[in-house]
């Protein structure tokens, strides 16, 4: 099996025991790898455990299942990355989280494409992947310790590469990261994967090996990456200089970049203090590149002096300066980075976080918590202060804290009143920096996300401003307040993510001008098939139906649920350069439906489940 390892560990923390489960190459063919697979194996596991109904999250039954794909570990450019599959807390739904970073790499080094984890251990544990063996070991003296601390000792210890959960994930916040690459902060951080391992009391996963991969063709692979690196490159330009920070002017500029709650159309004087150009001006200090990256997003900071001084590592990104800073007002760069370091070291989704304080301040402003329930803090638009602590309560589930750490659908339903109203999140997860009345595709994504509210499953957004991909049948950028058309182009792109997320690789090559052809032939090169372009988009349709239909069947997921909180269909967000901008989300959607086969209540049809290969799953 050229590119995979053709092997999946299964390990129970109850019983303690360990196995091992072959991944066959009708499989692989089929789900792939990544989050397909992981998709996979979630409905097998559920169709032999659940009987026809969801568990409960944080149950031993429910798996936490870790895999890399096909791509990882070979030429392929930006494709050091693997994904972790499982039941939501915070939503209740299918998860699925994507991560950078070097832990992808040596898990594969390590003989193995995928490991399966079930079971609640009985106290505090980690497992080390070692040259195809794997151990639980005690993992009692980390517990408790933040995840810089526990990388360093750990990595330390075993010579491993080190993924793992902080306070926040031990102590089940909804929406708890799990992080790698120390002080570089990689994060798996949405949809509370950190929780679900901390319920296992599963402190950490090491990996190391020098297992390599095997490639059909490598030479074939290696000419055809070596001539595409360079537009790559090029196209990612802005990005390696700035980080995704780089966007933040330009987003906010028309419309995108979070405000407010999603409330104020422009804020061009608080966002130049946090844009990405302002901090190259004062505390970037180098670049991370994930393994076998050619771009560089990532941001070193360093704080030298005043309140934050000391702070180093990774800088905040695109997401976390629009969530912590201007979905709650705040121009202070140095405090966000603080902020975004907390964040890492609780393992502690940015994106959820940030939406969670600034639900908190507009409940504070109407007068539905005051200083009583916050412990004394005010929770006032542009308090820095106020947002650092309540960072804090969250990651050790105090105070406060504990409310807003059950993510925005629960604490808006326990505060009540009007909350709901001004509550952003789809199918209970937050809302990333993206405005869905800046683009009508980002709206249509967020309503159909597999996951909730997510810019990534689709990734529209590049391609409804700059980015073209003419072998789907854009020869220019989709315009972004289009609405003929939308449900096409959103479904199609879908697909498209799904098998990159299955693959393994970033999806900023597309800033390069990669296109479906690169991706099948690159694929072919290190497996052997002769897969079509085609075929490779129909897997992608496969894969993101199987994810549907886990959500119709187990979580009773329809179109009910593919929706937009009130503030994004009703309320028009105004401002010099900003398109005024309703998202007609109803038609949309049932031309969403129409073109992928499924039903008016967004049920995927048998025979669509049958085209498709996976209606015995069902």
């Not at 970049?257 to 200090?285: A, C, D, H, Y």
């Not at 296109?515 to 897997?539: C, D, K, R, Y």
Request: proline share 4%.
């Amino acid at each position: 099996m050229y590119g995979y390892n053709g092997k999946i560990a299964v390990v129970d923390l109850t019983t303690r025991t360990i196995q091992e489960k072959p991944l066959t190459p009708e499989e692989a063919q089929k789900f792939i790898g990544g989050s397909g697979l992981g998709a996979y194996y979630l409905v097998s596991h559920f169709r032999r455990y659940s009987k026809g109904t969801a568990i409960d999250p944080y149950s031993p039954e429910n798996p936490l299942i870790v895999t890399i794909g096909p791509y990882t570990d070979t030429p392929v450019p930006c494709s050091g990355r693997h994904a972790v599959v499982t039941l939501s807390p915070l939503t209740g739904i299918f998860a699925e989280s994507d991560i950078g970073g070097s832990w992808g790499v040596a898990f594969k080094r390590s003989g193995y494409d995928g490991l399966i984890i079930t079971g609640c251990a009985d106290s505090p544990v980690y497992i080390l992947v070692d040259e195809g063996q794997v151990s639980i070991h005690d993992a009692t003296q980390y517990w408790g310790k933040d995840t810089f601390e526990t990388y360093e000792d750990l990595k330390k210890a075993t010579g491993g590469e080190v993924t793992c959960i902080g306070p926040g994930g031990e102590r089940l916040v909804r929406y708890a990261s799990i992080m790698s690459d120390g002080k570089d902060a990689r994060a798996a951080g949405r949809c509370g994967v950190g929780a679900v391992m901390g319920s296992k009391k599963l402190k950490a996963i090491v990996a190391k090996g020098n297992k390599r991969t095997s490639v059909w063709n490598k030479q074939n692979l290696v000419e055809l990456v070596k001539s595409l690196i360079p537009q790559i490159r090029q196209g990612n330009a802005g990005m390696t200089r700035y980080g995704t920070s780089g966007g933040v002017l330009t987003h906010e500029s028309y419309g995108n970049f979070p405000l407010q709650n999603w409330r104020l159309g422009r804020w061009p004087e608080g966002v130049e203090k946090i844009s990405g150009q302002r901090m190259e001006q004062t505390i970037l200090v180098g670049r991370y590149y994930c393994h076998g990256c050619v771009i560089g997003c990532g941001r070193k900071i360093q704080i030298r002096e005043g309140k934050y001084k000391g702070v180093e590592g990774a800088g905040p990104e695109y997401e976390t300066l629009g969530c912590l800073g201007g979905m709650c007002l705040i121009d202070d760069l140095e405090a966000i980075a603080y902020a975004n370091e907390l964040c890492n070291r609780y393992g502690i989704d940015t994106i959820s976080t940030g939406n969670a304080i600034a639900f908190a301040m507009e409940a504070f402003e109407k007068g539905l918590i005051n200083e009583h329930d916050t412990g004394g803090v005010k929770l006032t638009w542009g308090n820095a202060e106020a947002m650092v602590e309540m960072v804090r309560q969250i990651g050790e589930r105090v105070g406060f804290g504990k409310v807003l750490g059950e993510g925005v659908r629960k604490a808006a339903e326990s505060i009540g009143g009007l909350a709901m109203e001004f509550a952003h999140h789809v199918k209970g997860l937050e809302f990333p920096a993206h405005d869905p009345r800046a683009f009508n595709g980002v709206a249509l994504a967020y309503a159909t996300s597999n996951r909730g509210a997510c810019h990534l499953q689709a990734f529209t957004h590049p391609f409804e401003r700059v980015v073209k991909i003419p072998e789907l049948g854009y020869e220019e950028p989709h315009n972004r307040l289009a609405v003929e058309g939308k449900g096409e182009f959103v479904a199609k792109l879908q697909n498209l993510m799904s098998m990159v997320d299955s693959l393994k690789i970033c999806k900023f090559v597309f800033n390069g001008g990669i296109q479906v052809s690169h991706l099948t032939a690159w694929l072919n090169s290190i497996t052997g098939w002769s897969m079509s372009p085609e075929e490779f988009m129909e897997t992608g349709e496969r894969l993101f139906t199987l994810k549907r239909m886990f959500n119709v069947r187990y979580c009773g997921v329809s179109r009910k649920d593919d929706t937009l909180p009130p503030r994004s269909l009703t309320h028009k967000r105004i401002g010099e350069g900003v398109t005024v901008n309703l998202p007609p989300l109803g038609r949309m959607l049932s031309d969403y439906y129409e073109y992928r086969g499924w039903d008016e209540m967004g049920i995927p049809t048998k025979e669509k489940l049958e085209t498709l290969g996976i209606a015995d799953l069902f």
